[in-house]
């Protein structure tokens, strides 16, 4: 396609001008079909009258660090409900709750730390009230191998070492900086990831020496990194909080998708993955 | 025949919107047709509507104490001086580019164009991590720089204007190349028929011709540089003063103070519009 484009634009000036509008339009879809994904357009609860039967999509939002456990339970979900489809958007907790305020439409909110929860219970978005369904541990990620050596926090701060912390905004970086102030430590990283996912990627493209991040994190990476525990990691467990939505588009779905989560079941799962039971 | 005075400016034209010369031109209300008018008025509305809605959402109240924060005044004095450095990159590398694509015929060259292209078109992520994988301290040439010459480039401000100039060179490139095409060709040809060589010919004879178009290709990539978020905070990660520019401070900010985000939009968008506005004249009086 651009090829083409660019190849008429060489004949007249016109074609060049009908290019770059094309172009520009290019431009615009592209923006917002990457900030679009959470679409919960199949979601008509059609099948509501009355009965049990659960159908349409349950959109869930979701912290980065549920991404393995959560889709996991979401095939069991749908796998235990035909005709149901369960729809994630993960992200870093404070943008996940920035949209829902913000108006996305979406059925449940699984954030990192009962402060994000607060941005969404403050703006009275949910519709129930917030329950603790998991807690975690933080965790420090090396190379394969541990090449450096690092078997403690103060390890982390040997000059010479790259280390990437989350964003103190974000759940992950305000833990880790718990931790660090519990151990009177102080730490500059290369960088502050938005998210645990990207903090941990930098480490697994070898791009960083150390990150701080999740247990379950580490868990999920499997032998692409290496998990240090640390004593201090103790001080700062996050207590992951749970909620239906105000507004949810399938709310008898997503009341089921939450009792799911707070299962047996559902337990098994997320402490298989690393996370502590609240 | 070609009228070199107009075409060059062609370009500089469709980009800021400048007046053509010696072309009629139609009044609101006595020879626009609805169907073209009502569409044209409704796009208008759909481009400035959100920035009016920053306007109207700005905490007026507050704004000078989010203003005065240190980390905002770090951040976009980096995120100025990255996308000068970009854009700077970019001329350097952009132009030669550009001549080649226009004035040599090469095997390959419409496989060629549409590589450079390419970012246009590529969300900027998938630049970052194309850039990681190129450059990183891993990547496929960063091990080498790395071993060599102990240079790594993530986390690094260097990063930020590598990250700023892989997005916005296109811009540079397709907007010369426009112009280098559109210009005539026979001034360079008697220059050297004259004598001079074709670097010279370059150098004194096209150059100089196609400057309106170079000045708004540099305008259009400083201006993509200076909003670049999603290569950036990929390739280059997030530390204020050394890799946060305005937009990633501008994404942080708004997971936890969405005020402090829209004070921080406002400063971007009053310095865009204040150099597109500002060097608008230049390109349009150059040709």
């Excluded at chain 1, 489809?85 to 979406?106: E, H």
């Excluded at chain 1, 996912?197 to 701080?212: F, G, I, M, Q, R």
């Excluded at chain 2, 280098?180 to 011709?209: H, I, K, N, Q």
Aim: glycine fraction near 8%; charged fraction near 20%; proline fraction near 7%.
């Amino acid at each position: 396609m651009t090829t083409a484009s660019a190849r008429r634009a060489r004949r007249t000036p016109r074609t060049l001008r009908a290019a770059g509008a094309g172009v520009a339009v290019l431009l615009a879809l592209s923006a917002c079909s990457s900030s679009d994904d959470s679409d919960s357009a199949g979601s008509s609860p059609s099948a509501s009258g009355g009965s049990e039967k659960l159908s349409g999509t349950v959109t869930v939002f979701a912290a980065a660090s549920l991404k393995e456990s959560f889709t996991t339970l979401g095939k069991e979900f749908e796998k235990a409900h035909p005709g149901t489809k369960v729809t994630f958007n993960f992200g870093g907790s404070d943008s996940l709750a920035a949209s829902i305020t913000g108006g996305a439409p979406a059925d449940v909110f699984a954030s990192a730390s009962p402060k994000t929860m607060k941005i969404v219970t403050d703006a009275k978005d949910n519709a129930t009230e917030p329950v603790t369904f998991v807690r975690n541990q933080l965790e420090i990620a090396t190379l394969p191998g541990n090449p450096d050596k690092i078997t403690s926090l103060k390890d982390l701060t040997k000059s010479g070492l790259k280390v990437v912390l989350c964003d103190k905004e974000v759940p992950c970086g305000a833990a880790a900086q718990k931790a660090l102030d519990a151990s009177g430590l102080k730490l500059t990283p290369v960088s502050y990831e938005q998210d645990v996912k990207s903090a941990l990627t930098k480490v697994e493209l070898k791009e960083a020496d150390a990150a701080v991040v999740y247990k379950t994190d580490v868990n999920a990476a499997g032998d692409k990194v290496e998990g240090v525990d640390f004593p201090e990691s103790a001080d700062a467990v996050n207590d992951y909080p749970i909620a239906l939505l105000k507004d949810a588009p399938n709310a008898d779905a997503a009341e089921a998708f939450i009792a799911l989560v707070q299962s047996p079941e559902g337990q098994k799962v997320l402490t298989g993955a690393g996370f502590l039971q609240p | 025949m070609t009228s070199p005075h107009d075409k060059p400016a062609a370009v500089a034209d469709t980009l800021t919107g400048g007046p053509r010369r010696g072309r009629p031109r139609n009044r609101v209300g006595r020879g626009v047709p609805l169907p073209l008018l009502l569409p044209a008025l409704l796009g208008l509305a759909f481009l400035v509507l959100p920035l009016v809605a920053l306007l109207v959402r700005t905490p007026w109240g507050t704004l000078s104490d989010q203003l005065t924060s240190p980390e905002v005044w770090q951040a976009l004095r980096l995120s100025l001086v990255c996308a000068t450095a970009a854009t700077a990159v970019s001329l350097v590398l952009g132009v030669p580019l550009a001549w080649l694509l226009a004035r040599v015929e090469f095997p390959g060259r419409g496989l060629v164009r549409a590589l450079v292209t390419l970012p246009l078109v590529l969300p900027p992520v998938v630049g970052g991590v194309a850039l990681l994988m190129a450059l990183g301290r891993n990547g496929v040439v960063g091990k080498w720089l790395d071993a060599w010459f102990g240079i790594t480039l993530p986390f690094t401000t260097a990063g930020v204007v590598v990250a700023e100039a892989f997005v916005a060179m296109p811009f540079l490139v397709i907007s010369v190349e426009g112009t280098l095409r559109a210009a005539d060709p026979r001034y360079e040809e008697a220059a050297t028929t004259l004598g001079a060589s074709r670097f010279t010919a370059f150098r004194r004879v096209t150059l100089p011709l196609i400057a309106p178009g170079v000045a708004a290709g540099a305008v259009l990539a400083w201006a993509r540089a200076l909003g670049e978020f999603g290569a950036t905070i990929t390739f280059a990660g997030n530390f204020p003063g050394r890799t946060q520019t305005m937009p990633l401070a501008v994404y942080l900010a708004l997971q936890s103070d969405p005020e402090a985000a829209i004070a921080l939009s406002l400063v971007l968008l009053a310095v865009s519009i204040a150099v597109l506005a500002g060097l608008r004249d230049r390109w349009t009086t150059a040709s």
